[in-house]
Every structure is written in C-alpha cells, then in structure tokens.
C-alpha cells in the first residue's frame, strides 16, 4: 500500500511548502484517502507522529474552524524568556532603580537614561543575560517607552489674548469681503550653504562625503529660507536669502511677491494685511513709527511693494508664533533645515 516514488517526491515537495496546520490537515486527508493503515504510511512518508495525522483529520472532521486566521492557538509555541526565567524581571527592575527618574508631581511617569542596548550589556555583567528585545518588552510592560520632549508648557497667557485673536479674525474678515490680500509670513531656520552634513538621504552609486564640522567659516554662506502663505488663496511661496535676517530682507521679500503675484492675484487692490510674529526680522518695535516716526519696517515694505498700495495694515504681534497660518500651513510641508529628506547631495568637496 502507498504511492510511487515519483508521486511521494511531488507529495513531499507540496508538505514542505504549507504552514504547520495545513501540514497536518494535508497528512490526514491522504490518510483518509488509503484507509487501513494510511496514518502510519503517512506519518512515515512526512516524519510525522500519528497522532499528528489523527489530529489533522479530527479538524477537518469540524465545520467550522473557531482559529482560521492562526497557525497555532493563542497561547502556543515557545515560551518568552521573561516567562521562562522568573528572576528576569525583579533583576530589571532593580537595575531600573538605579537609573529611573520620575516626575515628583505626576504618579507613574517615568524615564530613564539607558538605552536598550545598555540594559542588555548590564544584564550580562551581572550575571543574567537577556537580548535587547527582551527589554524592550519589559520597558513596555513598565511603562517606559521612547519619547521626545515635547514643547507644550505654556509661559502663560496675557489676559487680552483672546481679544487680540478675534480682532484678527475680524481683520482677515473684513480684507477677504474686499478681496485684498492677507499675508502670513514666517522665516525658518538658517542653513549653511556648502558641503556639509544634512538629515535625509539620496540614492548614490557611491559613498558622499562632506566636512566633519559644520563650521560656518568653511561653508559658502548661509541660505535663510523666507515664506509668504496667502490665506485666501491657500496659496505658499519661499524666498532663499543669502543675506541677514534683517526687515530689509522682509521687506524685499512681500515686495517681490507682490511684483510677481500678488498684482496679477489682487489687480486694483490698494491694501494688504500681514500676519506676523514678534521677533528676528519682523520684531514687535520694528512694525510701526518708533517715537512718533515713520521708519517701521511696515511702512518700508509698503512703499516698496507699489505706489497702489495706499496702506499696510500689519498686528503688532499676534501673541504666539505658533499659531502663525505660515507655521502651520506652509513650513509644515517643508524640511528643517533646508534641504533634508528631499535632499540631493553635493559632488566631493574640493581638495
């Protein structure tokens, strides 16, 4: 009783090629199919034990499978190692003791300044080794899990905050029935110019090399990236400068705008609103007269954008630059610093 050789070459070949419980199930219809004595010739043919037949065709026997998206039942195969050393985890949290940190106000919070790899190499200098998997699994269970700080305390509010926003909602409101313009504008962080190290990566033939220091004076310059959003027409533009951070770079910046979009955007419109925060090249003491005369950078940038534009009516501050529309529209879709994971890299520096 059983198949030609040739027929149990291509019966093995298909065995070996399903998952564990298709294994078994397999093994049990061609036992069901030989009759008497098919489960031994079987499990002889695949090195199975007959009772691993006997269980394929009781499962085939059911009509419906209660685990058809598992291989093994919940619960099965090898045992963790925090499962099969019960001292593992009493050993972390003694190590954890030592170099845990916490928040005195916040029950539960937790950090600590080792990394995974570090835990691992003292659990074996201790006597008890485990993998860094194994760690990651117990600083989960613990609660200890890899963060980064994030930047949500406030320094607190001015009791006019909310009064200041809504006096710039009714602004953007009252422009937009108009159709003028509303302008929000921000500057990013400044990068060097030259070969030096950038976030991101680029396929290559070969490795790129840059300077091992990011010294400005080895660098070409620095390139400070300038964005305009226009709110009305969720529209953003970037001006890379070279020069300083100064109002005069703001300035050429909304003036060049205008030249090349705003006119054909805003034909016969004599006023523009601007939306800024207090600091670098649009600070707060720069928006308007200083001691009674007019040398802000807000009346410069409005008599360079056109004669047309009769008035500039700019906030003095809009209290947070977090919630500029230029933060948090435009620069959003752009790397910091200019140019990261889009980068194309440089030839080799020069000798």
Partial sequence: MGYDEAIEIKMRRLFERLSEKDRRRYAGIEAAKLGHGGTEYIAGLFGLDPKTVRRGLAELAM???PEADRVRTKGGGRKGAVAQRPTLEGNFLKLMAEFTAGDPLREGVLWTNLSRREISRRWAERGSPASRHTVRKLMRRHGLGQRRARQQKSLGA????DAQFRNIAGLKAGYWATGDPVLSIDTKKKALIGHFAREGHTPTQAPVDVLDHDFPSAGEGQLIPHGLYDLGRNEGY????TRHDTSELCCDSVAQWWERHGRRRYPGSRRLLLLCDGGGSNASNRHGPCNGSPTGWAWTSASRITRRMARSTIPSSIGCSRTSPALAR????????????SWRGPGPPPD
């Avoid at 001015?158 to 905050?161: H, K, L």
């Fill in 63 to 65: 009509e419906d499978d």
């Fill in 158 to 161: 001015p009791p006019d905050r």
């Fill in 238 to 241: 970037i001006h890379l400068n």
């Fill in 330 to 341: 435009a620069w959003c879709s752009i790397p910091s610093p200019l140019p990261s994971n």
